[in-house]
């Protein structure tokens, strides 16, 4: 079984920059598709961003489009959310997560969760 710990997360002002890390192990990610969601307090779950098994597809919310960017490095079995010029309308709790069909492209199944990192940027 696939366990996913992420890191990364802190305070810090308007404008920042964060980089979070998502260390997977148990098993190799690297034929798995993995992505990030993100939730704020009294609020729902919500995809953040995701990335085909090879990195060759990426997708993001409209609101993260150009300031974020994720990646994977699959021979540290490792997947990556760089945040730049960040608001605090993206203070949340961000979560790392994957979809364990191989070599997969459509509609995700985010089935394995990590325990969640949490970001919190200041006015």
């Known amino acids: 079984q696939v366990q996913l710990v992420e890191s990364g997360g802190g305070l810090v002002q308007a404008g920042g920059s964060l980089r979070l890390s998502c260390a997977a192990s148990?098993?190799?990610?690297?034929?798995?598709?993995m992505g990030w969601f993100r939730q704020a307090p009294g609020k729902e779950r919500e995809f953040v961003a995701a990335i085909s098994w090879n990195g060759d597809r990426t997708i993001y919310v409209d609101s993260v489009e150009g300031r974020f960017t994720i990646s994977r490095n699959n021979a540290a079995n490792m997947a990556f959310l760089q945040m730049n010029g960040l608001n605090p309308e993206d203070t949340a709790v961000y979560f790392c997560?994957?979809?364990?069909?191989?070599?997969?492209?459509?509609?995700?199944?985010?089935?394995?969760w990590g325990q969640g990192t949490q970001v919190t940027v200041s006015s």
């Open positions: 997560t994957t979809d364990p069909r191989e070599y997969y492209y459509g509609t995700y199944s985010w089935d394995i």
């Open positions: 148990g098993r190799t990610v690297s034929r798995y598709a």
